[in-house]
């Protein structure tokens, strides 16, 4: 993405056709190539392969004001992919949708799911919907 005031970065969604975004970061996102670098986050413990995707703090506060059981949300660490992604609720969709799916997620949660995640991930469609 091009550089803009952190103000601006902070407290607005990329959506599609979103003149920041580059050739080169338009491909990284729809290969879930932008994510490699999580996986640092990962072996410092910080975060999971597969759990409810971490939002910047200034939506987080906008959200658990105005949507029933977002914090639930935060009781699991959050992932590099997770349930509502591979379901094409990634990007600029509906906040409640992703919460739906992260919560059946955490009440369902087995290591088999979360293969099965990771593998669409990988090689499913729905993941490269709303990537931008």
Sequence with gaps: MAMQAEEQ????????NDPRVTKIGRFMRKANLDEFPQFWNVLMGNMSVVGPRPEREH?????????????????VK????????VNG??????IEKRVEHDI???ENWSFWFDMK????TIFGRETQKNAY
């Design 104 to 106: 059946y997620y955490i």
């Design 89 to 94: 609720w990634r990007g600029d969709t509906s």
């Design 78 to 85: 959050t992932g590099i992919t997770g349930l509502a992604q």
């Design 117 to 120: 995640i990771i593998w669409k």
């Design 9 to 16: 970065s902070d407290t607005v969604w990329t959506t599609a």
């Design 59 to 75: 939506f987080v506060e906008q959200f658990k004001e105005d949507i029933p059981q977002y914090k639930v949300r935060h009781l």
